[in-house]
């Protein structure tokens, strides 16, 4: 069964807004079993609407609309789709008590242009919209499914779980499920090479690969009639994935952060991490308190931005700052150990670098970045020469940093 | 002159990710006086890449595609492409010493599979792209233009800037100018209800409203011939958006952030600030430290997470812990007042709240943050009782730290 995805909105059109709509739609539907080739973005406008309408029920099954159900004159969706099928609009007595007492319950008093948004045509269907004035609208015409929805997310999001997804797998009788693994430290590229052959060939589960900065997902995809099933086909992908790339991997499940990898595994060995920061100037601190319950495992971080700050605050002596400068391997090393002694966390984490744009030399170039980590089995360093602009040398640097923490909790043995 | 935009990408397709580029071009293309009717987003698939873009061809003027030039087997937009218009794809010299200098100048071996980023057809002209491997390309055929864009938006974005805008203005000949009003602490409808006259109305400038949490920029528009005319254009009406919400206003200029504002304002004042984050967690060091050249206003920061770290750190006496709890105006207080008198900072700023989604109760809900700055003249406390996530309150209340650091910078007058 396939499906198409049509965007309506010149708010959208002119870049003002930034469609989320099509992604959502695209990943609920997949999980019935309906595939969209195609998705588009059109303005308000009745003949570039019906363009886009007539192309897609030329290749699809199922249409769903959003946007334009609104109760202004720019809104045309649904005369437009009523029009396409040679239907005409009357007012539902039904759907117009619900747009009044949707007014009269927040106290006020129902504008008339709202009024349009309680017509529909007697062959379809209303959907109900529990979180705004206009409801949607399910046609069946000539074999082709059509739903038009509101576009704001909050609006469009329940309403496809409630209305769409119901009537779609019914029809489908089908389910997709998806298993991700999170990577670290290895590029889309170069997992690509090792894993080319299983990406290339395999189809249940496919594997598909997503890469977003220091990160990449390896996403298994499988059709099964029910988790176990599903489960059952992941296993041997994900034992060979760990086989071949295994140290990489930070994790699995649908939507975990390194940040969550992180804590979890922090609570889960009961050990505390401190932070001084100085290039990412307090976003590992930041990543690591995203994850609610994270004052389960640290209580304290520094910014220590200036050397006068890292000689106060961590004790880093004045000779290292001056002979190796601030950006060096061996005041990292001062930094982590200090800061382990001061705040006896089990796991100390910092970082020094040059986030750019200005302030790098030759020797010591925008992108070199050291972070080091102290446990009670002595300090360890690495050295990072990233690129990109100054937003990505600090994520990378404190996802780096993160990745530290979590090999060093993996491998943490108490004293 | 019309424009087309498609999106080229399964991941887009699957929704595995937002597309953002679409509302990117939409707003660069206006401003060069190019207007774009469809946006598509389509799979890496041959025969319905070729549909799209033929059916983009034969309605516009200017197609843009952005995606499917990365080196694996499923990147085939270039290849695509090029067969429409019949051209073969031939290894280019300088392409190829430009990405083998990429790699070599990070320390990598370029892997086999990249060798195809260098193939162009030798009617296209190579764009290039300073922030990743894939270069963009640029054809001009049977008097079209068809520009092809490497899809994440940290390379797509620069080289619209780059490389699409000056070959269309040039053809154009028109320029929109614009012009933007930052505003913190009024909400987009309270702004509206302000400016209503002017919105409406006014058509050079047009006035337009975009939000984001806390802030709503105020978008001027003029259609102009130089940067003179338009600032003459603009100077009436910013004048009168000063007047009416002026105490809303942190700054002008096109992407000027709070974080970019509150910097330069020390900067110029010659003033240094310090942070101490509980809820926070390091996001508004963070913040701070997003702006190059922060080093010169800020140099220490905490995140002071337990009541541990505030007491021993910041001397908030654990009394006061104990008796109105860490999430209070008193320890806020004390933590400003603490953190001034340890750093010596003109202007010290703390947080400490309760950002969920669990630990709020009946009295102490989620969303309640104090945020406080200390200054030779005293410490002040504001209380907000804010709506959303965890990760929109932490982004409201660092926000709103910023703010007041900005306040007391303005006012600022030395002892």
Not at 75 to 81: E, F, G, L, N, R
Not at 369 to 398: C, F, I, M, P
Request: neutral net charge; hydrophobic residues 40%; aromatic residues 8%.
């Amino acid at each position: 069964m396939k499906a198409e995805f049509i965007a309506v909105g010149t708010e959208l059109l002119l870049g003002e807004i930034t469609d989320t709509n099509g992604a959502f739609i695209s990943r609920e539907l997949a999980r019935v079993g309906v595939d969209i080739y195609y998705r588009s973005v059109v303005g308000d406008n009745r003949e570039r609407l019906l363009e886009v309408l007539d192309a897609a029920l030329h290749r699809a099954d199922v249409v769903i609309l959003s946007g334009g159900l609104g109760p202004t004159n720019d809104d045309i969706t649904k005369q437009t789709v009523s029009s396409y099928f040679g239907l005409t609009l009357e007012e539902n007595p039904e759907a117009m008590a619900n747009l009044a007492s949707y007014f009269s319950s927040r106290g006020r008093q129902m504008p008339e242009v709202n009024r349009i948004q309680a017509c529909f045509p007697k062959e379809a269907e209303i959907l109900k919209n529990n979180n705004g004035t206009a409801p949607g609208m399910f046609l069946q015409r000539d074999g082709k499914y059509v739903f038009l929805l509101p576009g704001p997310p909050r609006e469009f999001e329940p309403m496809v779980k409630e209305s769409v997804l119901p009537r779609l797998s019914s029809v489908t009788g089908t389910q997709l499920f998806t298993y991700t693994v999170h990577t670290f430290g290895i590029s889309e590229s170069a997992l690509y090479e090792k894993l080319r052959d299983l990406i290339d060939t395999q189809d249940n589960p496919t594997i598909a690969l997503y890469a977003e900065p220091g990160q990449v997902r390896i996403r298994l995809a499988a059709k099964a009639a029910d988790d176990g099933e599903a489960k059952a086909i992941f296993l041997p992908t994900e034992k060979e994935i760990n086989r071949r790339v295994g140290k990489y991997i930070y994790g699995f499940g649908e939507d975990l952060t390194l940040s969550e990898a992180v804590v979890q595994k922090l609570i889960e060995k009961k050990l505390k991490v401190a932070t001084a920061e100085s290039c990412t100037g307090g976003l590992i601190g930041k990543m690591i308190t995203d994850v609610p319950g994270s004052s389960a495992v640290y209580n304290i971080g520094y910014v220590t931005y200036s050397n006068a700050a890292k000689n106060v605050e961590l004790s880093v002596s004045k000779t290292t700052l001056e002979k190796y400068g601030a950006v060096s391997q061996q005041v990292a090393e001062e930094m982590a150990y200090h800061l382990k002694k001061k705040t006896k966390a089990h796991i100390a984490v910092v970082s020094t670098g040059i986030a750019g744009p200005d302030g790098g030399t030759a020797e010591k170039p925008v992108g070199l970045v050291y972070v080091a980590v102290a446990t009670h089995d002595g300090v360890k360093v690495e050295k990072l020469n990233l690129s990109g602009n100054r937003d990505r040398v600090r994520t990378l640097a404190a996802k780096h940093a993160l990745w530290m923490v979590l090999s060093e909790a993996r491998a943490y043995i108490s004293e």
